[in-house]
Each structure stands twice: as structure tokens, then as C-alpha cells.
């Protein structure tokens, strides 16, 4: 198996086996030591009582990253923070910890005393088992309530006054309505991915969930970008916020090689096959656009690799010397699957057991999982935004990661538009045999190229592709814009 690149370090990247969960740890450690050494900062000083500080030295955090060093101490004190922060660089946590310190004083009576909402149902899973890590121990609980569970068993959760609920704003809402949730309690209110969660509709969810907050509540806000509805809501419901900006200048963390292959549609999925043969990724995700596109894709990918594996097995047999490489599971996942069906997937995802998954953008944002090494855009991203959260799920604490898009020859401005969003031109790669005609435009001037929140060079604001005309509001009945896109991942 040869890597055309043939580089020594993708040669290493290659080769790392299966997750090795203490090389892993060590890496999160590692990155977040230079990032300390850089802010001189210890989680000492940060103003943690000595039962947190105990939880953080259990997590076998060492160093606070940038946001923890940032916004715990503000958050300590009371203040209202709106960080603009990426996950991967430790967010999770700079929210955790103060709410559990918060848990440590009195509160103004009922339950929970905290609440996280977060837009998708996998984040609330990974926001409440960070949570679990660091409240090991302190009897302090979490719940987290979401759509596709039945609402029974979180109904019986929460009658037990957890102190920490985290939901997604739909699911809250429901259990407000049934008067299993009281917010009346609440000291501290966080909103995680706060940008993605308007972007797929949950404004008005969370502009209810918020009206219904005591008054006198802190509040919390991360967010990767601050498009003016961020800050609209900023503005609305939370009291002074300190704005910080914890993001880099480039959106796509420097350890992430981008590359882009040109393919003809047809040949997308061969070319597929052979680029998972040359890197051998350690985990990838194979990102598609649609539901239907993700099974299509997984279904050939596992009778493609479960035959490669039988071929493999006969070589063995018959003494030859392939099987070094070991057999890659697959997975998939999607809005349409049961959620049991999507948590057992993300566990194996999480655990190693599953190398590939094949997932549409509903694991585009927040999804943590450290070892992921390759990024494939099997179909190009409808947003730029997308591009930059797909991307986003490798590179995480520091470690490095590649990211490859395949482009056919239409969508030359998509890609084009990617690169005026991240500031960066992708280089462009081959595969013996599968080059398409790159029918790429010369790149527009680019003041008259949109780009996202102002964030791209030309800092205008964010335009859908223009390729896709919307449907007219009245055709989709009224409220119905955000839920096709919710249905869409
Ligand atoms: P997040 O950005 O919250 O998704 O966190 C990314 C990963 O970094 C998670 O696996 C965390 O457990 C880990 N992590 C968070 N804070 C630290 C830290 N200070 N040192 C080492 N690892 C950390």
C-alpha cells in the first residue's frame, strides 16, 4: 500500500493502529501543555476549590487550554461570557467546571440549579458524560433529555431533581410543557454551539426556554462563529457579556492538511475505495450530503471491504503475506436512525471498534472523538460553514489530521467559495486514473463572492449557494424552512 504523498509523518499516521486511549490522553495532555506554555497559566490559579481541583487532577487535565484559562475565572465570578470557541480546544469543560462549583453554594430552591442546551442529541450525550467524569463523586447529577428516547425514562430522571439537566431546546420544551422540567431553580443557563443551534431552526425554542429563566441567572454562551443572530441573542439575554474570542485567526486549525480531488460523479465511489487504501486511516468520517446518499455510500463501502476481507482471509490461508493492513469496520449514521441505533454507533465510533463512519452533518459539529485522522467530503459541504465543523472532527487538542473533498467538475464555485471562507487554498491531489476535467471557474473577484458571518475575505455577510435557489416560504408552509434543514442531517 503506497501513499503517493510518501511523506515520513503520514507514512506514522498510516501505520498508528487502532485507538490507543493513552496515547491519546497523552496528545490532549501534550497539546494543552504548549498551549498553557504559551498563557502561562496553571488551573491553580484559576480560583477552583480544592473538591474541582481534585476532579480536574482525576480527568487528568494538567493545563487549562486557552478557554478554560479564559473563561472559567469570569465565569466564577458571575459574569456573563459569549466565547467564541471551536470544540476540540477544551470548551466542554470551561463550562463544566464552574457549574459545578456553582453546585457547591446554596441555590434559590428547585430543580435543576443548571442547564446546558446544546443542538444535537449526540452533544448532549458527550456534554453529560463530561459532566459524569468530572462530577465523579461529588453526588452531583446530570440528566440529559433529547429527542428520539421516549420520554418516559426522562421523565423519571428528572423527577428525581437532577442538579444539571442538558437537552436539546425541542426536547426542554417539551418536558416544560409537561411541567416535568421547572427552570425556577435555575442559577446558570449555557448555550453550546449557540450558532449552530440557530442555524437549524431552534431560535425560537431557545428564545422561549430563555424567557422562561429567573431573571437573576448567569449566563453562559459558546459559539464557533458570532453571526449577528448570535449576538441579536446575546444582546437580548444575557446581562453585560463579556465577549472573548478564543477562535485562531484560521478557522481550520493549522495541523489540518485540506486537499481536494477532482472526480467525475459516477467514479466518486471507487475513488473513495482507493484513497481509504493509500492513507489506511487510523478513523475517518466519510461525509455525505443526504440520508439517502450516507446508506448508499455505507452499503457499498461494507460489502466492498467485507470482500477485500474474505480475499484477504484466502490469501492468508494459502500463506501469503497480505493481512498486515487488518480489516476496517464500517458504520453509518444518520437523522433517520433510531437513536439507540445512533448511540451504539457513536460508542463503537468513540471505543475504535468502528473505523469508518459515514455520517451525514449531524456529526459535523461538537462530535469529539480524538483519534479521527482523515476527513473525507465524499459530497461537498451546501455551507461553508459545514466545511469548517467537518473539518473541525480531526485536528482535535492539537493532534493532526487531513482533510480531502472531492469536487466533480460543477462544483468548481463550491469549492472556490470554501477557500474564500477559510482563507486557504486546498491543494489539489490525484489518483492514478481517476482525474476529472477541473472545469474550476478563475476564481471571482473576491468582493463579489459571499462568504460566511463576514468572516471571509471580502467580510461580507453569509449568502446561501447560489445554485440552490430556496423554495418560496409559502410553498414550505410556514415554519417549515428550519425543519427541512433539521430533517436534512
Ligand atoms: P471539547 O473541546 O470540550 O470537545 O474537548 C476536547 C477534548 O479535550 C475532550 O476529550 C476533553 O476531555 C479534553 N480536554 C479538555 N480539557 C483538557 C485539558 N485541560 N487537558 C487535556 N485534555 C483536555
Keep these: 500500500m503506497t501513499n503517493s504523498r510518501g511523506r515520513p509523518?503520514?507514512?506514522?499516521?498510516?501505520?498508528?493502529?487502532?485507538?490507543?486511549?493513552?496515547?491519546?490522553?497523552?496528545?490532549?495532555?501534550?497539546a494543552a501543555r504548549r498551549e498553557a506554555d504559551k498563557a502561562e497559566v496553571d488551573f491553580r490559579s484559576l480560583g477552583l476549590s480544592p473538591a474541582t481541583m481534585a476532579a480536574v487532577d482525576r480527568a487528568g487535565y494538567e493545563i487549562p487550554t486557552?478557554?478554560?484559562?479564559?473563561?472559567?475565572?469570569?465565569?466564577?465570578?458571575?459574569?456573563?461570557?459569549?466565547?467564541?470557541?471551536?470544540?476540540?480546544?477544551?470548551?466542554?469543560?470551561?463550562?463544566?467546571?464552574?457549574?459545578?462549583?456553582?453546585?457547591?453554594?446554596?441555590?434559590?430552591?428547585?430543580?435543576?440549579?443548571?442547564i446546558v442546551l446544546v443542538p444535537t442529541r449526540e452533544l448532549a450525550v458527550q456534554v453529560r458524560d463530561e459532566f459524569e467524569k468530572l462530577a465523579h463523586g461529588s453526588g452531583i447529577v446530570c440528566v440529559a433529555v433529547y429527542g428520539g428516547k421516549p420520554l418516559k425514562g426522562q421523565i423519571d430522571k428528572l423527577a428525581k431533581h437532577p442538579a444539571v439537566v442538558v437537552g436539546t431546546p425541542g426536547r426542554v420544551l417539551d418536558h416544560m410543557s409537561r411541567g416535568t422540567l421547572s427552570l425556577s431553580g435555575l442559577d446558570i443557563v449555557t448555550l453550546d454551539e449557540a450558532d449552530r443551534m440557530l442555524d437549524i431552526g431552534f431560535r425560537p425554542d431557545i428564545e422561549k426556554i430563555l424567557r422562561r429563566c429567573p431573571e437573576g441567572r448567569q449566563t453562559l454562551l459558546l459559539s464557533a462563529t458570532v453571526p449577528p443572530p448570535v449576538q441579536r441573542l446575546a444582546t437580548r439575554y444575557m446581562h453585560n457579556p463579556e465577549i472573548m474570542d478564543f477562535s485562531t485567526n484560521e478557522l481550520a486549525v493549522e495541523t489540518i492538511e485540506q486537499r481536494y480531488f477532482t472526480v467525475d460523479p459516477t467514479r466518486k465511489f471507487d475513488l473513495l475505495d482507493r484513497l481509504l487504501e493509500r492513507e489506511q486511516p487510523r478513523q475517518a468520517i466519510v461525509f455525505c450530503r443526504t440520508k439517502r446518499g450516507t446508506?448508499?455510500?455505507?452499503?457499498?463501502?461494507?460489502?466492498?471491504?467485507?470482500?477485500?476481507?474474505?480475499?484477504?482471509?484466502?490469501?492468508?490461508?494459502?500463506?501469503?503475506?497480505?493481512?498486515?493492513?487488518?480489516?476496517?469496520?464500517?458504520?453509518?449514521?444518520?437523522?433517520?436512525l433510531a437513536q439507540n441505533v445512533r448511540d451504539r454507533v457513536m460508542r463503537q465510533f468513540r471505543e475504535g471498534t468502528v473505523q469508518i463512519l459515514v455520517a451525514t452533518d449531524v456529526v459535523g459539529r461538537g462530535i469529539d472523538v480524538s483519534s479521527v485522522s482523515h476527513i473525507i467530503n465524499y459530497d461537498v459541504p451546501e455551507f461553508c460553514d459545514d466545511y469548517?465543523?467537518?473539518?473541525?472532527?480531526?485536528?482535535?487538542?492539537g493532534r493532526e489530521g487531513i482533510a480531502f473533498t472531492f469536487v466533480t467538475p460543477e462544483e468548481g464555485t463550491q469549492l472556490t467559495r470554501i477557500e474564500i471562507r477559510i482563507e486557504r487554498l486546498?491543494?489539489?491531489?490525484?489518483?492514478?486514473?481517476?482525474?476529472?476535467?477541473?472545469?474550476?471557474?478563475?476564481?471571482?473577484?473576491?468582493?463579489?463572492?459571499?462568504?460566511?458571518?463576514?468572516?471571509?475575505?471580502?467580510?461580507?455577510?453569509?449568502?446561501?449557494?447560489?445554485?440552490?435557489?430556496?423554495?418560496?416560504?409559502s410553498l414550505l408552509g410556514k415554519g417549515r424552512g428550519p425543519k427541512r434543514h433539521r430533517r436534512a442531517l
Excluded at 477485500?308 to 476496517?328: F, K, T
Design 66 to 114: 486557552p478557554v478554560q484559562a479564559g473563561l472559567i475565572p469570569r465565569a466564577l465570578k458571575g459574569i456573563d461570557v459569549l466565547g467564541q470557541a471551536r470544540t476540540g480546544t477544551g470548551k466542554t469543560a470551561a463550562f463544566v467546571l464552574p457549574i459545578l462549583e456553582r453546585m457547591a453554594t446554596p441555590g434559590r430552591g428547585g430543580s435543576p440549579r443548571a
Design 295 to 336: 446508506d448508499k455510500v455505507f452499503e457499498r463501502l461494507s460489502r466492498r471491504l467485507a470482500r477485500r476481507g474474505e480475499r484477504r482471509g484466502e490469501r492468508r490461508e494459502r500463506g501469503g503475506r497480505e493481512g498486515s493492513e487488518g480489516s476496517q469496520a464500517v458504520a453509518c449514521i444518520h437523522g433517520d
Design 388 to 397: 469548517v465543523h467537518r473539518v473541525g472532527r480531526t485536528g482535535r487538542m
Design 426 to 473: 486546498l491543494e489539489r491531489d490525484e489518483i492514478e486514473g481517476f482525474e476529472a476535467f477541473d472545469r474550476r471557474p478563475a476564481p471571482a473577484p473576491v468582493e463579489q463572492v459571499p462568504t460566511a458571518y463576514g468572516r471571509g475575505l471580502a467580510e461580507q455577510p453569509q449568502q446561501e449557494p447560489a445554485e440552490k435557489p430556496k423554495p418560496a416560504a
Design 9 to 30: 509523518e503520514e507514512k506514522g499516521r498510516a501505520a498508528a493502529g487502532p485507538r490507543d486511549d493513552k496515547g491519546q490522553d497523552e496528545a490532549h495532555r501534550a
